[in-house]
T-cell receptor, first 118, second 112 residues
Framework: DAGVIQSPRHEVTEMGQEVTLRCKPI?????LFWYRQTMMRGLELLIY????????DSGMPEDRFSAKMPNASFSTLKIQPSEPRDSAVYFC????????????????FGAGSRLTVL | SQQGEEDPQALSIQEGENATMNCSYK?????LQWYRQNSGRGLVHLIL?????REKHSGRLRVTLDTSKKSSSLLITASRAADTASYFC????????????FGKGTKLTVNP
């Protein structure tokens, strides 16, 4: 398996532009997570999906951020309009949920998308 | 808000020495995991310890968990230069939530 695939790896854009980050999870994984990493705030969970359905989006900073998962093999994170404070590394991770309350959720991360908003 | 807080923030040791990193958390957990991140890369899962376990080993890694103190430690024995990376603890709250909340990490440098 190629692992979790994210694109683009690097994106430089100007303030106000729309940014779309893409993620292909591991085949067979049924949960998908979007995290954002900055020096100041560390790793923050933005949103996660289970079986393509958004379960918790409480970490999404504001309405400028949106995420979709149209099918089990693809998800997008969109920022519109982008602002300099959105500059960060955005990670996608996937896992296979066991369905048991005591089941552990081990994440496989992609390599990340480094976003710079000028 | 961050659940886990790693200590120290940075650690520099010589090859062959042991490295110990600590993690404290705030709420009751289902399990605690440690991840590693090499510079410019994604996080990689290292080891998981459940709330009813006190110690776990995997190769040169040893993890302990003290739920009464809400703390965990990661010990890397006989460190190598290739162990240079940032190490993060992540907690999953009780109740079956899939959410993993990460600390800010410990940056480990192993000098050859």
């Amino acid at each position: 398996d190629a692992g979790v695939i994210q694109s683009p790896r690097h994106e430089v854009t100007e303030m106000g532009q729309e940014v779309t980050l893409r993620c292909k999870p591991i085949s067979g994984h049924n949960s998908l997570f979007w995290y954002r990493q900055t020096m100041m705030r560390g790793l923050e969970l933005l949103i996660y999906f289970n079986n393509n359905v958004p379960i918790d989006d409480s970490g999404m900073p504001e309405d400028r951020f949106s995420a979709k998962m149209p099918n089990a093999s693809f998800s997008t994170l969109k920022i519109q309009p982008s602002e300099p404070r959105d500059s960060a590394v955005y990670f996608c991770a996937s896992s296979k949920r066991t369905g048991q309350r005591s089941g552990a959720n081990v994440l496989t991360f992609g390599a990340g998308s480094r976003l710079t908003v000028l | 808000s961050q659940q886990g807080e790693e200590d120290p923030q940075a650690l520099s040791i010589q090859e062959g020495e042991n490295a110990t990193m600590n993690c404290s958390y705030k709420t009751s957990i289902n399990n605690l995991q440690w991840y590693r991140q090499n510079s410019g890369r994604g996080l990689v899962h290292l080891i998981l310890i459940r709330s009813n376990e006190r110690e776990k080993h995997s190769g040169r890694l040893r993890v302990t968990l003290d739920t009464s103190k809400k703390s965990s430690s990661l010990l890397i024995t006989a460190s190598r230069a290739a162990d240079t990376a940032s190490y993060f603890c992540a907690t999953a709250s009780q109740g079956g939530s899939e959410k993993l909340v990460f600390g800010k990490g410990t940056k480990l440098t192993v000098n050859p």
